[in-house]
């Protein structure tokens, strides 16, 4: 009885249709009043890339299905492989081949570092908030331990320490107009402290 004749979905872009066909288990041809709206919806998040999902069927013959998914957040460096991460540190899926970084790259292992790896993903937070990472081409961040949680970006290494990263990044953005002004090539900057800044120059290796 009214079996179904579409299987339609909108607000993916991550997953195809035939993905999500396959992880929600629904066929063309099975009846449309049997179909179980709670087992699909279950199924379907079941899927680290979906975040929500509405199932709707539409007399006489189609399936509806509304996904929200899961935005990437970051990339975790695990012993140099690199894996999309949503928000809260959730692995999504491994990046393949020879993929150039777009996303902020956390260096940890949440299994034995989970206090860095949880300061880390505050950090990427404020950044985002700050437009750190729309404005840099390259942050890397190594979180091993969050009292020494430091990032690299474009080039230049700033140690952050745990907490408080929203005021440590706008300090961070007038010492860098302080030193594009001063035009010093820069070895780290440290601003771990609330009450002091390092900045620490470059040292030419050249020899004389």
Same mark, same amino acid.
């Given at each position: ?7 339609? &979905? ?11 066909? +396959?992880? +929600? ?7 449309? #009043? ?5 087992? #699909? ?41 690199? &894996?999309? #991460? ?15 970084? &777009? ?16 300061? +880390?993903?505050?950090?990427?937070? +404020? ?13 890397? #961040? ?67």
């Amino acid at each position: 009885v009214c079996p179904v004749k579409h299987i339609v &979905f909108t607000g993916n872009k991550h997953l195809t249709d035939d993905e999500l066909k +396959a992880i +929600a288990g629904v066929h063309l041809g099975e009846s449309l #009043i049997a179909i179980s709206n709670k087992k #699909i919806s279950q199924d379907l998040l079941k899927s680290p890339w979906i975040n929500s999902v509405n199932v709707r069927k539409e007399f006489p013959d189609t399936l509806a299905m509304t996904i929200r998914e899961t935005e990437p957040f970051a990339l975790l460096n695990l012993n140099d492989r690199l &894996f999309l #991460i949503d928000e809260n540190g959730k692995i999504l899926e491994e990046l393949q081949g020879n993929s150039v970084p &777009f996303l902020p790259v956390i260096t940890s292992d949440p299994a034995k570092e989970n206090k860095g790896f949880a300061e +880390a993903l505050n950090l990427v937070k +404020a950044m985002n908030t700050k437009g750190f990472t729309s404005e840099r081409e390259q942050i890397e #961040i190594t979180a091993h331990n969050p009292h020494e949680i430091s990032a690299r970006l474009d080039g230049t290494v700033v140690k952050l320490g745990a907490g408080g990263y929203e005021a440590k990044l706008e300090r961070l953005i007038r010492l860098e107009e302080d030193i594009q002004n001063m035009g010093i090539p820069v070895d780290y900057i440290d601003i771990r402290f609330e009450n002091r800044s390092i900045v620490k120059p470059a040292v030419n290796k050249e020899a004389p």
